[in-house]
C-alpha cells in the first residue's frame, strides 16, 4: 500500500471514526482503526461491535493494501503533522505502516487487517433517503432524552417508525419523553420500526456535515442493524431488542393552565436557579400566576433551595390562560429541552402539582416534551 493524502482531510477522518473505537476490549484489534484502500479512495474504520465508524478520503493511491494501527497513537500523531501532504506506506511482511509528512517520518506497528471485524455493507437500493438538516434536528430534540442506565437497555435507545410518508421518534428515561414528528420526501413501502442506540445517533448528529446533500438509512435484513450513508461516510449501529414503553398513553389529553413564555427568557432563568438547584436534587418550584382581571399579565416565578448553598428566585414573564398552580420540576431537565427548542415562544401546559407538564415551541405541532413533576416537601 502506498497513499498519499491531505493531512487536513486525513487528520478530520481519523478524528470521526476513532469515536466509535473499544476503549477497553479484550480484542486488541478493536481498539484499533482500519486503513485501507478503496477504489482509488482511502478508507478509515473503526468499530466496537456495536457501532461502526467509515469514513473515505480522496487520495493518490499508487498501492492497494490495508492494515490497522492503534487509534490514539495514530489519532495523536496525525493530529501534529504538519499542514502538507502525508505519504502512507505499508510493509506488508513486517505489519508496519510508514507515515511521513514534510520533515517527519513514523513507523507504527500495526495487526493484520484481516482480523478486523467485517462492517455491514448497505443496500442503498432498499434505503430510505432523508433530509439531512430535519433528521440531524429530530435527533437532537430526542435523543437527550434517553436513559443512560444499562440496566434498562431499551430506554437507552430512541424508538423510530416510519409509517407511509410519516417519521417519527421517541425516546424517554422514565421521567421525561420527548417526541419528534416529521414527514419525508419518499413514502416507505412497509412500515418500520426499531430501537436506535442513542449514542448511535448522537454521533451521527455530531458527524453530519451542514452540507451533506444525502443520507440514505437502510436495515440489513435479518442482522438486527440500522446503517445510516452518506457520499463519504457511513454510521452502522446494533439495534436494541425489546418493547418499548407506550409512552402516549401517559400523555394528557387536555390541561388546565396554559402558560406561554420567552423561550429564551425562560431558559436564562432555568439556567440561573440550576446554579443553586444542582447542589441538592435539581428541584425548581414553578408558580404560575395567571394573568388578572385588571389586565395585569401573569408571571412565573421559577425558586430553587438548597441548604447548603443557598436560595434564588428569578420572574419570568408569561401570559397565563387558567388556574395558578405550584409545581415542581427538575430544572436540568427543562434546560435541556428548551436548549433544543428553536421557536422564539414556548408553551408550558399543566394541570396539577402531582401530573405531568406538556413542553412544545408556538405554532409547531412537530416537537412535543412530557416532563414528570417532582414532590414539593
Not at 83 to 91: C, F, K, P, R, Y
Request: hydrophobic share 40%; with cysteine; glycine share 6%.
Amino acid at each position: 500500500m502506498k497513499v498519499n493524502v491531505k493531512q487536513q482531510q486525513l487528520s478530520h477522518c481519523v478524528s470521526m471514526v476513532s469515536r466509535a473505537v473499544s476503549p477497553r476490549s479484550t480484542l486488541p484489534v478493536l481498539s484499533n482503526i482500519l486503513v485501507k484502500t478503496d477504489n482509488g479512495r482511502l478508507r478509515l474504520s473503526a468499530t466496537n461491535l456495536e457501532l461502526g465508524i467509515t469514513c473515505w478520503i480522496g487520495a493518490r493511491v499508487e498501492g492497494e493494501g490495508a492494515i490497522t494501527v492503534p487509534a490514539r497513537l495514530f489519532t495523536d500523531l496525525i493530529s501534529n503533522l504538519p499542514t502538507e501532504n502525508v505519504l502512507l506506506s505499508l510493509d506488508h511482511s513486517t505489519q508496519t505502516l510508514n507515515v511521513r509528512c514534510g520533515t517527519s517520518e513514523t513507523t507504527i506497528k500495526g495487526i493484520d487487517a484481516e482480523e478486523f471485524p467485517p462492517i455491514p455493507e448497505p443496500n442503498l437500493e432498499d434505503g430510505v433517503p432523508l433530509n439531512v438538516a430535519n433528521f440531524k434536528e429530530m435527533v437532537q430534540q430526542v435523543a437527550f432524552a434517553a436513559s443512560t442506565d444499562e440496566a434498562r437497555p431499551v430506554l437507552t435507545g430512541v424508538l423510530l417508525k416510519l409509517d407511509g410518508d410519516h417519521i417519527s421518534m421517541a425516546a424517554t428515561d422514565g421521567f421525561r419523553i420527548s417526541i419528534r414528528e416529521d414527514t419525508i420526501t419518499n413514502p416507505v413501502k412497509h412500515p418500520i420500526e426499531a430501537i436506535i442506540p442513542a449514542r448511535a445517533l448522537n454521533e451521527l448528529a455530531r458527524i453530519i456535515g451542514s452540507n451533506e446533500e444525502s443520507l440514505i438509512m437502510t436495515f440489513p435484513p435479518d442482522r438486527g442493524q440500522v446503517i445510516f450513508h452518506m457520499d463519504n461516510l457511513e454510521l452502522a449501529s446494533q439495534l436494541i431488542d425489546g418493547s418499548f414503553p407506550d409512552y402516549r398513553a401517559i400523555i394528557p389529553q387536555s390541561f388546565k393552565t396554559h402558560t406561554l413564555l420567552s423561550t429564551a427568557g425562560l431558559l436564562k432563568a432555568c439556567k440561573q436557579s440550576e446554579i443553586i438547584a444542582r447542589e441538592g436534587t435539581n428541584v425548581a418550584r414553578l408558580n404560575i400566576i395567571p394573568d388578572s382581571e385588571e389586565a395585569k399579565p401573569g408571571s412565573l416565578e421559577i425558586s430553587a433551595h438548597s441548604e447548603q448553598t443557598g436560595s434564588s428566585e428569578v420572574l419570568v414573564d408569561a401570559a397565563v390562560d387558567g388556574v395558578p398552580l405550584l409545581v415542581a420540576f427538575n430544572v436540568r431537565f427543562l434546560r435541556e429541552v428548551l436548549e433544543v427548542i428553536r421557536a422564539d415562544n414556548v408553551w408550558l401546559e399543566t394541570n396539577a402539582a402531582n401530573t405531568p407538564g406538556l413542553i412544545h415551541p408556538q405554532g409547531d405541532e412537530h416537537f412535543k416534551h412530557i416532563i414528570m413533576p417532582m414532590h414539593i416537601g
